[in-house]
């Protein structure tokens, strides 16, 4: 964990392409860290198409005290989304440089308190929202999610890309949607192929953290888009946790609390 006072590591969630389940692997990726006891916050930086609060199982509207907002808490992860701002599920309207003070706000004008992660659900490409959030940062670490899908790996490839050129860190891959169980067999499906992550991997020079399922949340999940943390899905976010631990360099839980 980081010392009190000390900066969190930020760590964005991103892809090249949408569809590719990368809101669910930063929702399910935030509460597996926070369920390690780790201080964690969430921005869905996705503002057009926010679905964290869907996912998470969350409708409150952020209060505020003394001009500051107070994140959601849920499943111990502190979040910021449009979506919680605009209840309704209207469309967000904007162009591109009020994308940019969005974010900026979710980040000076919320009271965060002292975090160990803050993770961002990032839009899909390399538009406005990335940009502008690497300026902010100066310098954070990336997921990279993908499918196994040929033509998803070569767009993802260009969010890869764009990292490497603005100096900041991909620490890893996450291929999702990558096979399904064989039903009445031990075996496994490859609908969208085998390889899409292992050549990501090969051209980024970077690992496959994990490699997702498709799987449903199942009805004793507790929320629509989070995994029950004894299941299949669930235990696999758990071991990219640790994953994640490992490679940003936190001290174990267990060291500070």
């Given at each position: 964990m980081r010392a009190m006072g000390q900066q969190p590591v930020y760590l964005s969630i991103v892809s090249g392409k949408g569809g590719v389940g990368k809101s669910t692997v930063a929702a399910n990726l935030a509460v597996a860290l926070a369920d390690r006891g780790y201080r964690v916050g969430l921005i869905d930086a996705d503002i057009y198409?926010?679905?964290?609060?869907?996912?998470m199982g969350v409708r409150d509207e952020p209060k505020t005290l003394d001009d500051r907002i107070i994140p959601v808490e849920r499943f111990g992860v502190r979040l910021m989304s449009s979506g919680l701002i605009r209840g309704d599920n209207q469309p967000v309207?904007?162009?591109?440089?009020?994308?940019?003070?969005?974010?900026?706000?979710?980040?000076?004008?919320?009271?965060?308190?002292?975090?160990?992660?803050m993770l961002f659900d990032m839009p899909p490409g390399t538009g406005d929202i990335p940009l502008d959030l690497h300026e902010?940062?100066?310098h954070s670490k990336e997921l990279l999610v993908t499918t196994p899908n040929e033509t998803a790996s070569e767009v993802a490839f260009r969010a890869g890309a764009m990292t490497a050129r603005t100096g900041h860190e991909i620490i890893g891959i996450v291929?999702?949607?990558?096979?399904?169980?064989c039903p009445g067999c031990d075996g496994k499906i490859y609908p969208f192929g085998e390889d899409g992550g292992d050549k990501l991997s090969a051209v980024l020079r970077t690992p496959v953290l994990a490699r997702f399922?498709?799987?449903?949340?199942?009805?004793?999940?507790?929320?629509?888009?989070?995994?029950?943390?004894?299941?299949?899905?669930?235990?696999?976010?758990?071991?990219?946790?640790?994953?994640?631990?490992?490679?940003t360099g936190s001290a174990p839980a267990a060291e500070i609390r």
């Amino acid at each position: 964990m980081r010392a009190m006072g000390q900066q969190p590591v930020y760590l964005s969630i991103v892809s090249g392409k949408g569809g590719v389940g990368k809101s669910t692997v930063a929702a399910n990726l935030a509460v597996a860290l926070a369920d390690r006891g780790y201080r964690v916050g969430l921005i869905d930086a996705d503002i057009y198409g926010f679905s964290i609060p869907s996912l998470m199982g969350v409708r409150d509207e952020p209060k505020t005290l003394d001009d500051r907002i107070i994140p959601v808490e849920r499943f111990g992860v502190r979040l910021m989304s449009s979506g919680l701002i605009r209840g309704d599920n209207q469309p967000v309207i904007m162009r591109g440089p009020m994308l940019g003070r969005v974010i900026r706000n979710f980040l000076q004008d919320a009271d965060w308190g002292e975090l160990d992660y803050m993770l961002f659900d990032m839009p899909p490409g390399t538009g406005d929202i990335p940009l502008d959030l690497h300026e902010m940062l100066g310098h954070s670490k990336e997921l990279l999610v993908t499918t196994p899908n040929e033509t998803a790996s070569e767009v993802a490839f260009r969010a890869g890309a764009m990292t490497a050129r603005t100096g900041h860190e991909i620490i890893g891959i996450v291929e999702n949607m990558a096979y399904m169980e064989c039903p009445g067999c031990d075996g496994k499906i490859y609908p969208f192929g085998e390889d899409g992550g292992d050549k990501l991997s090969a051209v980024l020079r970077t690992p496959v953290l994990a490699r997702f399922p498709i799987e449903r949340t199942g009805a004793g999940a507790p929320a629509p888009g989070v995994y029950d943390p004894s299941s299949p899905c669930g235990r696999l976010y758990s071991a990219l946790a640790d994953s994640v631990v490992r490679l940003t360099g936190s001290a174990p839980a267990a060291e500070i609390r």
